[in-house]
């Protein structure tokens, strides 16, 4: 004759909650997980340093015909000291983008023009 075992409601019920929790702690990872690969993507371009001139001439009124001198800042504190009008908020990996008649510090790392300055003298 075969036994039949008794089933604890208490452990199945728990057994479950436990199972759903782990469940919907996967789908929420995941979730966040599109949700930031599809902000990185699509919402602030990522610019590498051989587009950044590109992407300058479309956000700052700089001559789209002029090629700037480029160059990344590696202390930022040598700068500093030199320059304390352009170089007073500069970071490491910062880029400097010079015309003839602007100079631009741009931050890769949120795409941005941190300082622009006119070297135009009227």
């Known amino acids: 004759m075969i036994e039949k075992r008794k089933v604890n409601k208490t452990k199945v019920v728990v057994g479950i909650?436990?199972?759903?929790?782990?469940?919907?702690?996967?789908?929420l990872a995941v979730s966040i997980f599109l949700l930031y690969t599809y902000y990185n993507k699509f919402?602030?371009?990522?610019i590498?340093?051989?587009?950044?001139?590109?992407?300058?001439?479309k956000i700052a009124s700089v001559p789209s015909?002029?090629?700037p001198l480029l160059a990344e800042i590696v202390d930022p504190s040598?700068?500093?000291n030199q320059n304390n009008l352009i170089f007073s908020d500069s970071q490491k990996g910062d880029l400097i983008i010079v015309y003839k008649e602007k100079?631009?510090?741009f931050r890769l790392g949120v795409n941005k023009v941190?300082?622009?300055?006119?070297?135009?003298?009227?």
Request: charged share 15%.
């Open 103 to 105: 100079t631009i510090l």
């Open 114 to 122: 941190i300082e622009e300055i006119n070297l135009k003298q009227n």
């Open 78 to 80: 040598n700068l500093q």
């Open 17 to 27: 909650t436990i199972f759903s929790l782990i469940l919907l702690t996967m789908g």
């Open 65 to 67: 015909n002029e090629i």
């Open 48 to 57: 590498d340093k051989s587009n950044v001139v590109n992407y300058i001439t």
């Open 43 to 46: 919402g602030t371009p990522y």
